[in-house]
């Protein structure tokens, strides 16, 4: 059975559709939700809030989950750790581990196992649960990949955890290894980008093709914040809890430029919360300001790059602002540029449909 998270991927097919999917996602929470609401609406029940899809994407959304599901409404998505009902955003747990160097590494493999491979890395401060739309979706045609890394998300966390990019790169590699796949598609997201083009460039790990979205790979990145946790790492680590959490959630706020539904939000901060979340976040901080050098020498290898390179990114990204990523497209041959409108940093949270239809055009390209 496919996941509801077909849809995104049949709908953005039409392009503009793509937008308005987009736009009544932000409203609605999940593709299930969604098309349970798109179906009232065709049905002519009362106002379901999908005044802003119009009837011809609302027909197709509706035709679409008849087809992934033969009438069966009961399909959810797989589920990160945190509370909240079944199909709840909060879902997403990662059932497979594997100890690293760096400790045990969460992951999940979704789709046909025999399928092409596709691996989606995530960066900082966040982790796979960012990846959850656009994998299930891509899990239709694909094996998907998704992992936390050592540090993030509900991965191992402890003191004194090396977490520098060049040993996350390392543990990438390793990942790799034991999932025997020897020469995959990949898609980077923020840190994930400095991580996948360091394992490419440094391990000679090879890619069949690499989407790189507002990636890490440039300077200057980080923030001034970066700057004052690097500065101040233990009187951060000591905040009282409830004011970390309000500093955390203002934080994370600013990388969408639409805005976080809340219960994205408390997703995306739960794993930096608590007597271990909490001093985890500000240790993965102050490593990531350490990491320029990482990017400064990497650099200098994107133009010996030979292999097909999509970059992706926000318009309205204020954490890698999107001159970035055009500079980055202009020193890799070859590479295509896509700019999103309307989204930040967190692309994937903010343009989701849009995004999965510029991934897919990509990957298809070159299809026979």
């Known amino acids: 059975m496919a996941h509801a998270g077909a849809a995104v991927v049949l709908v953005a097919r039409d392009g503009e559709a793509a937008k308005v999917v987009d736009a009544a996602l932000r409203a609605h929470g999940t593709i299930d939700a969604l098309v349970h609401s798109a179906g ?21 959304l509706v035709m679409i989950y008849g087809a992934l599901y033969g009438g069966n409404r009961g399909g959810r998505p797989i589920g990160h750790r945190g509370s909240g009902g079944a199909g709840s955003v909060s879902e997403w747990t990662l059932s497979r581990g594997y100890d690293s160097n760096l400790g045990e590494v969460r992951w999940e493999r979704l789709g046909d196992p025999g399928a092409e491979p596709l691996v989606l890395l995530h960066g900082t401060p966040f982790s796979s649960f960012i990846w959850r739309d656009i994998a299930r979706a891509m899990a239709i045609s694909r094996s998907v990949y998704v992992f936390d890394m050592p540090g993030y998300g509900s991965s191992a966390m ?15 590699a390793e990942l790799l290894r034991h999932w025997e796949l020897t020469r995959p598609d990949v898609i980077a ?5 400095a991580i996948a083009l360091g394992a490419h ?15 890490v790979s440039l300077p200057p990145w980080g923030s001034e914040f970066f700057a004052l946790v690097a500065e101040h790492a233990e009187v951060f680590r000591r905040l009282p809890g409830p004011l970390h959490r309000a500093l955390l959630r203002e934080y994370v706020a600013t990388a969408s430029s639409p805005g976080l539904r809340p219960d994205v939000m408390d997703a995306l901060t739960a794993p930096w919360l608590g007597a271990d979340g909490q001093p985890a976040f ?4 102050t490593t990531r300001r350490a990491d320029q050098s990482y990017t400064d020498r990497i650099q200098d290898g994107y133009a010996t790059i030979n292999l097909p390179v999509l970059v992706c990114w926000g318009a309205d990204d204020t954490w890698v602002p999107a001159d970035r990523g055009r500079e980055l497209a202009a020193l890799i041959p070859g590479a295509e540029l896509h700019i999103i409108d309307t989204a930040g940093h967190l692309l994937p949270e903010d343009r989701p449909a849009e995004l999965t239809a510029a991934l897919l055009d990509f990957l298809e390209e070159d299809a026979a």
């Not at 060049?166 to 543990?171: F, K, N, R, T, Y």
């Not at 460039?201 to 990636?215: E, F, I, S």
């Open 189 to 193: 997201h923020d840190s994930g980008g």
């Open 201 to 215: 460039l440094d391990r000679g790990v090879p890619y069949k093709r690499l989407a790189l979205v507002d990636a």
């Open 282 to 285: 500000y240790r993965q901080l």
């Open 158 to 172: 402890s003191p004194g955890q090396e977490l520098s990019l060049d040993a996350l790169a390392g543990v990438f």
């Open 40 to 60: 009232a609406f065709e049905n002519g029940m009362a106002d379901t809030g999908l005044e802003a899809l119009d009837r011809l994407a609302t027909n197709r």
